[in-house]
């Protein structure tokens, strides 16, 4: 079971003709789509609200097997987002996320939340917002007393947080909890902004000495850090190039369903096959790519990506 806190959001976007369209969205709601599309068991934890976008969410989440776990309607309405899509198919976002229903949550609800065979907490993008550390973070830590591995998604956001400063304190104290990062390079030049991205890395790695990082770089591709090896695969090229909307969760969220079942509970991440973690990073990068070619965040399901990696 992997279990995901963080936003869920309507994405609108401007057609060419001058019309808007909704679309639901947000960085961890999607990783939380693209874990079910695998065929693992997905919890979604943070709250969604009783208005109509709120009722989009939680059928969008039951068709895909997801549940939605959070006791109860938040009366705060549903977060919004006006997408731009700019010609390199690269998104750009004015977000409202004040008093807004996934952040309406108490640590004891969460922690109370949490599924009993929760073996991995996703979180990550803006739940990291530093107004909402003191009730985020003692869930984080409730979940590791348990021995639930952390999962986080840095995915920063520094024009939509209340204070860069203490985003950049908040992002560096979870990733002190974290078993498995991920970070791009785009999110590393805004967090480092006077480092190159080798020292970043080394910033992150040092911060979380035992966790895994995967770092993508675009059309650069992917690599994991584990202990003192690294693996690195090339990017796949989609068979066309639509936008990269959502090809960041859908990377990563396969990545945790393979970490899912290559890291027992009782193993050090140090310990994992090589080989395998190389396999994990060509299927999550593959993943990707897949997204990319398809309009928005449409994850490919198992079937698919099966497929696709048979002839790759």
């Known amino acids: 079971m992997i279990a995901v806190i963080g936003e ?138 348990r021995g639930i591995r952390l999962s986080v998604d840095i995915n920063v956001r520094l024009q939509f947080v209340s204070d860069v400063d203490a985003y950049r304190a908040v992002i560096e104290q979870v990733l002190t909890l974290a078993d498995y990062i991920k970070a791009s390079d785009e999110d590393l030049a805004a967090l480092y902004p006077a480092l190159s991205l080798q020292s970043a890395v080394g910033k992150i790695r040092a911060q979380a000495p035992e966790a895994l990082l995967a770092l993508t770089c675009g059309a650069e591709g992917a690599s994991l850090y584990l202990g003192s090896q690294v693996i690195s695969q090339p990017v796949i090229q989609p068979t066309v190039f639509i936008d990269t909307v959502g090809a960041g969760d859908t990377f990563f969220a396969n990545l945790l369903v393979q970490l899912l079942q290559l890291h027992p509970t009782n193993q050090a991440l140090t310990d994992l096959d090589l080989a395998l973690c190389q396999n994990a990073l060509k299927r999550a990068c593959l993943a990707a790519s897949l997204n990319i070619a398809k309009t928005g965040c449409q994850p490919p399901d198992k079937a698919t990506l099966d497929q696709a990696l048979a002839v790759c």
């Open 8 to 145: 869920n959001v309507i994405d609108i976007f401007s057609e060419a003709d001058g019309r808007f369209v909704a679309k639901t969205g947000g960085s961890p709601l999607n990783l939380a789509i693209a874990c079910a599309l695998q065929q693992v068991p997905v919890s979604y934890l943070s709250p969604l609200s009783s208005d109509a976008f709120g009722d989009a969410f939680r059928q969008l989440l039951q068709s895909h097997g997801v549940s939605a776990d959070f006791p109860q309607a938040s009366k705060a309405p549903s977060s919004l987002a006006f997408v731009r899509i700019d010609a390199g198919g690269q998104p750009s976002y004015s977000l409202y996320r004040q008093g807004i229903a996934d952040r309406d949550y108490t640590a004891e609800q969460l922690i109370a939340a949490l599924p009993a065979d929760c073996r991995i907490l996703h979180t990550g993008s803006l739940a990291l917002e530093p107004q909402d550390a003191g009730k985020l973070i003692p869930v984080l830590q409730a979940a590791k007393q």
